[in-house]
């Protein structure tokens, strides 16, 4: 990422203004001191194969000059070389859940410097980037082991024998569907098989400024799949807002730090980082 450079240099009253065509690339310089009248000129200097200009303000003894970022075509590379260290800190974790202090530490330290690098996501000016399905590759809040993360939800392992499969969420930015949908296996009794079900968590979601999403919970759905994908889907009944509780009213917002065509990255309001992959 470049950053900007700035070196002062003592100027004399009777510095001139020509200098040499290949000595700076086109940038401003900010000439600042400590006499009381100021003034502004543009210094123009023509090449054959381009066109330099020089903007300078006031001064007397000294002048700054700010070295612009580089190339766009630069910055798009750091960027790709930053995800591609993000998603390499996520891989081989299992989602998250099996993630150690160590590892929710290097994926967080990662995802910050892909969005610093980056800049701030603008969705009100293209919303599009949201549409499709995307698949969770991490998320720190798989790391407590449960399958609601930070926020309440039923435990994972020997409490309660469901395995955790694939996640994802399908988003339709005109009908503003937001989906949750989790892949799930269910143990049962022995001899039974495992019972494999998929549930569909529909919500529906709103822009807030310009990268903070809501979603309002709306139903949840159950199908069973495999040797049980003839079954019909069950909608599970909605607990009344009444006897919810406060932690879980049903909506909740996060905020999009990074996105592009096919990764994105979001931190929930309960400090979640998760990634997606396009699916």
């Known amino acids: 990422m470049a950053s900007l450079l700035h070196s002062r240099l003592p100027l004399s009253h009777n510095h001139s203004s020509s200098s040499s065509p290949n000595s700076c690339q086109s940038?401003?310089?900010?000439?600042?001191?400590?006499?009381?009248?100021?003034?502004?000129?543009?210094?123009?200097?023509?090449?054959n194969d381009s066109k330099r200009s020089l903007?300078?303000?006031?001064?007397?003894?000294?002048?700054?000059?700010?070295?612009?970022?580089?190339?766009?075509?630069?910055?798009?590379e750091l960027i790709g070389s930053l995800k591609l260290k993000l998603l390499s800190a996520?891989?081989?974790?299992?989602?998250?859940?099996?993630a150690s202090e160590d590892d929710l530490k290097k994926a967080d330290e990662a995802a910050k410097e892909l969005e610093s690098c980056a800049g701030a996501v603008d969705l009100a000016a293209d919303?599009?980037?949201?549409?499709?399905?995307?698949?969770?590759?991490?998320?720190s809040a798989f790391s407590s082991r449960t399958l609601g993360g930070s926020r309440p939800g039923p435990p994972t392992g020997r409490?309660?024998?469901?395995?955790?499969?694939?996640?994802?969420?399908?988003?339709?930015?005109l009908s503003?569907?937001?989906?949750?949908?989790?892949e799930l296996e269910l143990g049962a009794p022995w001899p039974f098989p495992p019972v494999e079900a998929t549930a569909t968590l529909a919500h529906k979601f709103e822009l807030i400024g310009s990268s903070m999403i809501k979603i309002i919970f709306e139903k949840t759905t159950v199908k069973t799949t495999g040797n049980l994908s003839q079954l019909p889907p069950l909608e599970v009944p909605r607990i009344p807002d009444q006897l919810r509780?406060?932690?879980n009213r049903g909506s909740g917002e996060f905020e999009v730090?990074?996105?592009?065509?096919?990764?994105?990255?979001t931190r929930g309001d309960r400090g979640e980082l998760r990634v997606f992959v396009i699916s």
């Open 27 to 47: 940038f401003p310089c900010h000439l600042s001191g400590r006499s009381k009248r100021s003034s502004q000129r543009l210094l123009e200097e023509k090449s």
């Open 55 to 76: 903007i300078c303000q006031s001064g007397i003894d000294e002048v700054t000059f700010i070295e612009l970022p580089g190339s766009k075509k630069d910055k798009a």
């Open 90 to 98: 996520v891989s081989g974790l299992n989602r998250g859940l099996a």
């Open 127 to 139: 919303l599009d980037k949201l549409q499709g399905r995307w698949k969770l590759i991490y998320s």
């Open 159 to 173: 409490l309660l024998p469901i395995t955790l499969g694939q996640v994802f969420q399908r988003i339709d930015v």
């Open 176 to 182: 503003k569907d937001f989906d949750n949908i989790v």
């Open 245 to 247: 509780p406060p932690s």
């Open 257 to 265: 730090t990074y996105i592009d065509s096919d990764t994105r990255v």
